[in-house]
């Protein structure tokens, strides 16, 4: 009989479930998506850990390193709770959009369940037949956080693919914004109004003939929250839509002619 040793490994990619994007705590029931439509079996996560699946065939190692010695492919891993909620099948798109450029800081998770929390408190008492008190709606509210947030990932995920978009910026340029869990980010940017997006949530970025030389962005660790173009001596103005952050720029020169985008399910 073949050794569990000889199994391929897994490498957890992070401590996030892609579905909800919360934090994955010890002792937490997770499972892990192999790939496709193939998942590991449910398991208590302990961190740092190998987890043999001998249905699957395969060893988890749970230790959410860049540079883990196991070698393994990195693999998302999921709430029990937030994969049985889901709707629909796990897509690359809404894999992709749990990825984080960098790690948020650690409050920044507080601040996410107290927006999804404001957010689902007056859609509960519109909902419900009988009158509560704000109090104990945001309560219950408070009970459905992760699971608010694992259907806004699916609805934002549906009928998108991850790609690469060319946009010659020699041409009308629009910019298609998007908003999750309150946050308004960047979904899309190209030389058509995406078919994806309300008009009122689209906004001229730069006119036919216009010469780019200088691209400023504001961005967090879920995505790109706001982009100007400009010219080569051009300054910007104004605060970044983030707290406590600025815009970077990125500048050619001669003027840009064209930039490549990549995009999943979210933003950009």
């Known amino acids: 009989m073949d050794s569990s040793d000889d199994a391929p490994y897994?490498?957890?990619?992070d401590t996030r479930c892609r579905l909800c994007q919360f934090a994955l705590e010890e002792d937490d029931l997770v499972i892990a998506h192999i790939g496709g439509q193939r998942f590991s079996m449910e398991f208590n996560l302990r961190m740092a850990d190998t987890i043999h699946d001998s249905?699957?065939?395969i060893n988890l190692h749970t230790c959410a390193s860049p540079r883990c010695m196991a070698e393994g492919r990195r693999i998302p891993f999921f709430h029990n709770d937030c994969f049985c909620f889901r709707l629909y099948d796990i897509s690359d798109a809404l894999v992709a959009a749990g990825h984080y450029t960098f790690d948020p800081p650690a409050y920044?998770?507080?601040k996410r369940s107290r927006r999804i929390k404001r957010l689902l408190a007056p859609k509960l008492r519109d909902e419900l037949q009988i009158r509560l008190p704000a109090e104990i709606l945001m309560m219950i509210a408070g009970l459905l956080v992760r699971e608010c947030a694992a259907i806004t990932a699916e609805e934002q995920s549906l009928g998108i693919n991850v790609f690469d978009v060319t946009v010659d910026l020699g041409k009308d340029v629009y910019v298609c914004y998007t908003t999750v869990d309150g946050v308004r980010y960047v979904k899309s940017i190209g030389n058509t109004i995406s078919k994806l997006c309300n008009e009122e949530h689209t906004v001229l970025l730069s006119k036919q003939g216009e010469p780019?030389?200088?691209i400023w962005i504001a961005e967090d660790h879920r995505g790109i929250r706001s982009v100007k173009f400009?010219?080569?001596?051009a300054s910007l103005a104004g605060p970044t839509p983030i707290v406590k952050s600025w815009w970077r720029a990125i500048s050619a020169r001669c003027d840009i002619k064209k930039i490549t985008i990549k995009s999943d399910a979210s933003a950009i």
Request: some cysteine.
């Open 108 to 110: 920044e998770e507080y």
């Open 55 to 57: 249905y699957e065939w």
């Open 230 to 233: 400009g010219f080569a001596d």
């Open 10 to 13: 897994f490498c957890m990619a």
């Open 212 to 214: 780019v030389s200088k």
